[in-house]
Each structure stands twice: as structure tokens, then as C-alpha cells.
């Protein structure tokens, strides 16, 4: 797991030939389109040819012609390169992927910065590598399902081109972890508590163990294999985001939005003797409220 980031840099400058671009109409409709010289993009609002869009700049609008020169309203389309959230919603993918509002949350909660040594499980369609890539992490991926893989590797080369540090292995991780020297390992998988014991040996002390689950069953199950393990300081997590409405002066949260995805489990590598009492220590409190020695540092003058 070494090696520099060398990932293809995302498009800048005007729109070319092989670019991803989002057509965005009035009612926030969205069409995730790549431009091909020649080619055309059609909807119910007409059709704009690929070629006027080539050479034009990033965030121009543009009027879409009608079909066979039948006359009727102009319906106009913004044009932009997507956003990485952008992509993760709209690229074609097997798995259910991770969503980008728990995706941020992952990048800072596993502390993910440019040339650490991530080892991720379960890529599935490769939203959360890409992710992990485009912060810099050097990226191995264990994942079962061929079809899988290749899609994940497909939908990363599409994004930052061929020559990135990654690498997809068809494994299960379930039956262990080849790789040394990780500094986090990303579970996006069933049962993550059957990778902690792996987990505890390929991690480097402080290494950072993150597990992305549905329920909250399976949620307590890794839970208590935590507690009996060479990790401690778990925190489990959601993410919930509401959008608002503001228009004028009609301020009020949308009516609709987005709960529950999945919930987010972190641990860190420590000595093994932890978890054990030993003469002298303080009582575990049985009130999970802090107390005055227990509250988060903060800085002073």
C-alpha cells in the first residue's frame, strides 16, 4: 500500500469531447449526459446537439430545438460538470451505494487525508472509492462479487482516469486481511464484526476502524464485539438532512427529507490491556452523562 496519488486531475476550461456534463432544466430536472461530437442529447423539451456544446463554457444555458421544425415554447437547460454527489447518485452501480450525505461524514469521521493507507470492504459500485481517491487516500478494496469489482473499477477509471492508487481484490475479508501497515479500514458489508480480529492485526496502533450498516441491530452486534476487542473510543452516528424552502419571505423546512440512510460506527486501535481493570483504576460511572473531567476540552486565552 504505497505509492504517490496519481489520479487524472477532473476536467477545467471549456466543455470537450468525453466530458460528463448535467443538463439541468427549469423544474430541476437533471440528465447526467457525456458529449460525443456528433451526438445529440433528447428529451420531451427537444433536443441540443453535443456540438454546441462543445467549446462552450461550464455553467452556460442553452435552448433546446424543437423536433422535425414543429414550432412550440423554448425550454432552456443548464449545462455544468457534475459534482462528485452529483455522480454518485446518477452512475450506474449494482450495489446500493453510500449516499453523499454520509459520505462526507465518513471522510472526516475515519479521518481521511492525502497518502493514507485505506482498505475498504464491500465497494460495491465504488462511490465511497471514489470518494476515499478523490481526498487522496491510497485505496485497496476486498470485495466478493466479481461483478462488483469490475463495476467499481469501471465507474473510478470513468471519474480520475486508469492510473490512480487503486487496486480491487475479488476476496472476502471475512476470511482475512492480507494487507499490512493499513491505517483504516472502511465495512460496507453484512457482519463487520467478523473482521475485527483481522482488522485488529492489520491496523497500525490509532488506526481507525468505520463500519457502515443499516440496522441498528447489526449496529449493537458490532457494538459489543468492540467491547472485547483491541479498539476503543466507538461512537455510533446518523446523518438526518433537511433541506428548506426559501422563497421571498416564505422560509419553512421542505416537507420532504432525508432520514435515515445507514448508521456510522468508529473505533480506534489501542493496546490490547484497555480493556482490562487494574488495581487503582476509577470505577466506571453508570451514567453516560460526563462529568465536570470528562467534558470535551476546549482551548483558552
Given at each position: 500500500?504505497?505509492?504517490?496519488?496519481?489520479?487524472?486531475?477532473?476536467?477545467r476550461?471549456?466543455?470537450?469531447?468525453?466530458?460528463r456534463?448535467l443538463l439541468?432544466?427549469r423544474?430541476?430536472?437533471?440528465y447526467l449526459?457525456?458529449?460525443?461530437?456528433g451526438?445529440?442529447f433528447?428529451?420531451?423539451?427537444g433536443?441540443?446537439?453535443?456540438?454546441?456544446?462543445?467549446?462552450?463554457?461550464?455553467?452556460?444555458?442553452?435552448?433546446?430545438?424543437?423536433?422535425?421544425?414543429?414550432?412550440g415554447?423554448?425550454?432552456?437547460?443548464?449545462?455544468?460538470r457534475?459534482t462528485?454527489?452529483?455522480l454518485?447518485?446518477k452512475?450506474?452501480?449494482?450495489?446500493?451505494?453510500?449516499?453523499?450525505?454520509?459520505?462526507?461524514?465518513i471522510?472526516?469521521?475515519a479521518?481521511?487525508h492525502?497518502?493514507v493507507?485505506?482498505?475498504?470492504?464491500?465497494?460495491?459500485?465504488?462511490?465511497?472509492?471514489?470518494?476515499?481517491?478523490?481526498a487522496?487516500?491510497?485505496?485497496?478494496?476486498?470485495?466478493?462479487?466479481?461483478?462488483f469489482?469490475?463495476?467499481?473499477?469501471a465507474?473510478?477509471?470513468?471519474?480520475?482516469?486508469?492510473?490512480?492508487?487503486y487496486?480491487?481484490?475479488?476476496?472476502?475479508?471475512?476470511?482475512?486481511?492480507?494487507e499490512?501497515?493499513?491505517?483504516r479500514?472502511?465495512?460496507?458489508l453484512?457482519?463487520p464484526?467478523?473482521?475485527?480480529?483481522h482488522?485488529e492485526?492489520?491496523l497500525?496502533?490509532?488506526?481507525?476502524?468505520?463500519?457502515?450498516l443499516?440496522?441498528?441491530?447489526?449496529?449493537?452486534?458490532?457494538?459489543?464485539?468492540?467491547?472485547?476487542?483491541?479498539?476503543?473510543l466507538?461512537?455510533?452516528?446518523?446523518?438526518?438532512?433537511?433541506?428548506?424552502h426559501?422563497?421571498g419571505?416564505?422560509?419553512?423546512?421542505?416537507?420532504?427529507m432525508?432520514?435515515?440512510?445507514?448508521?456510522?460506527?468508529?473505533?480506534?486501535?489501542?493496546?490490547?490491556?484497555?480493556?482490562?481493570?487494574?488495581e487503582?483504576?476509577?470505577?466506571?460511572?453508570?451514567?453516560?452523562?460526563?462529568?465536570v473531567?470528562?467534558?470535551?476540552?476546549?482551548?483558552?486565552?
Open positions: 500500500m504505497t505509492g504517490g496519488f496519481v489520479g487524472a486531475a477532473r476536467p476550461g471549456p466543455l470537450a469531447e468525453g466530458d456534463v439541468i432544466d423544474k430541476d430536472r437533471r449526459v457525456r458529449l460525443v461530437a451526438g445529440s433528447q428529451s420531451h423539451a433536443v441540443i446537439d453535443h456540438d454546441e456544446l462543445i467549446g462552450s463554457d461550464d455553467g452556460g444555458e442553452f435552448v433546446a430545438r424543437q423536433r422535425d421544425g414543429r414550432s415554447p423554448a425550454r432552456r437547460f443548464l449545462v455544468l457534475p462528485l454527489s452529483d454518485v447518485v452512475m450506474p452501480r449494482g450495489a446500493q451505494v453510500i449516499y453523499p450525505k454520509d459520505l462526507g461524514a471522510l472526516m469521521a479521518d481521511i492525502p497518502g493507507r485505506v482498505l475498504e470492504a464491500g465497494v460495491g459500485s465504488g462511490a465511497l472509492s471514489m470518494t476515499l481517491l478523490g487522496g487516500a491510497h485505496v485497496v478494496g476486498y470485495e466478493l462479487r466479481a461483478d469489482a469490475a463495476r467499481a473499477r465507474n473510478v477509471a470513468d471519474l480520475l482516469g486508469s492510473e490512480t492508487s487496486r480491487v481484490e475479488e476476496r472476502d475479508i471475512y476470511d482475512g486481511i492480507e499490512t501497515g493499513v491505517e479500514v472502511l465495512l460496507d453484512p457482519e464484526w467478523r473482521v475485527v480480529p482488522a492485526t492489520a497500525v496502533p490509532g488506526g481507525i476502524l468505520l463500519a457502515y443499516p440496522t441498528i441491530n447489526q449496529t449493537a452486534e458490532l457494538r459489543q464485539r468492540l467491547d472485547s476487542s483491541g479498539f476503543a466507538a461512537e455510533t452516528f446518523e446523518i438526518l438532512r433537511r433541506t428548506w426559501i422563497e419571505r416564505s422560509v419553512r423546512p421542505d416537507h420532504r432525508v432520514a435515515h440512510t445507514g448508521f456510522i460506527t468508529t473505533a480506534r486501535r489501542v493496546s490490547s490491556r484497555w480493556h482490562e481493570p487494574l487503582g483504576d476509577e470505577p466506571t460511572p453508570e451514567s453516560d452523562e460526563p462529568s473531567d470528562d467534558r470535551p476540552l476546549t482551548e483558552s486565552g
